[in-house]
């Protein structure tokens, strides 16, 4: 399908079909939670296991979710969530006000929570997830500065969700997105990528949103490309009706910007 363009998606992107379609989380819809619990045990790894720590975490392309935050909040103490649409920005803030009609994110906590050795945390968690969000920025990656006026002192980590196959439209723009991002982390800090691969659109609600077809060595080039050292990356396939997306796979990264 056509590129679907930034204006697009600010003024058609749906906060809550998007959150309803992809992230209610509930036992027996292992093949539609697959992506997402493959995403979550690999950040449990990367931020728990590995001890990627420091003190601050700059995510990227956050959207309108919490979930990328739930393993990191243990080992950063400030998080920066940014995204292009005001509505997705907004939509966080609801979680984090604790507003009526927020998504409910607890049965994702509390699997995170059981990942972690303690399912019953699951309050103290989404609390300290609360503390360590700082900011919400507005953020354009396909801008040398994705972060606009805003100057932060370069981030220990930066994280990275589903959000460049959406807005790049080739390979060369998501080359230098990444370029783009990596003068957000200091050197020697980490790169946490999640990925979607062999896709070409996604439906939030009944509307199409193109994606950037992306295979596993792509995506490994890219991160070359833009000054980093992959350190891991796994892939496994996934199953979502075609209904809603024809994606085949996904994948993490997690890579070190180099010194030089």
Not at 37 to 59: M, P, R, S, V
Not at 100 to 120: H, I, M, Q, T
Not at 142 to 169: F, I, N
């Amino acid at each position: 399908m056509a590129f679907t363009e930034k204006d697009f998606y600010a003024g058609h992107f749906s906060p809550k079909d998007y959150l309803d379609t992809y992230y209610t989380f509930s036992s027996g819809k292992e093949d539609e939670n697959g992506f997402l619990i493959f995403y979550l045990k690999n950040l449990h790894q990367a931020f728990i296991l590995d001890d990627i720590k420091g003190d601050t975490l700059i995510d990227i392309g956050s959207g309108p979710t919490i979930y990328q935050f739930l393993s990191a909040c243990e080992s950063f103490r400030e998080i920066v969530a940014t995204d292009y649409c005001d509505q997705n920005r907004e939509e966080m803030q609801r979680w984090l006000r604790k507003e009526p009609g927020a998504f409910d994110w607890s049965p994702v906590v509390k699997y995170v929570c059981e990942l972690e050795g303690n399912r019953e945390k699951w309050e103290e968690k989404e609390e300290k997830v609360r503390r360590a969000i700082k900011q919400i920025l507005k953020c354009d990656v396909t801008q040398p500065s994705p972060l606009g006026p805003v100057s932060l002192p370069p981030a220990d980590c930066l994280l990275s969700s589903l959000c460049l196959e959406g807005a790049c439209k080739d390979l060369a723009t998501f080359r230098s997105a990444l370029k783009n991002i990596s003068s957000l982390v200091k050197p020697g800090g980490h790169l946490v990528l999640c990925s979607i691969l062999e896709e070409t659109y996604y439906k939030v609600g009944q509307r199409p949103f193109s994606c950037l077809y992306l295979e596993r060595a792509s995506v490994e080039e890219a991160l070359k490309g833009a000054g980093f050292a992959i350190k891991w990356l796994k892939e496994t396939k996934i199953n979502l009706p075609l209904s809603v997306t024809d994606a085949k796979a996904v994948c993490v990264a997690v890579a070190q910007k180099c010194q030089n």
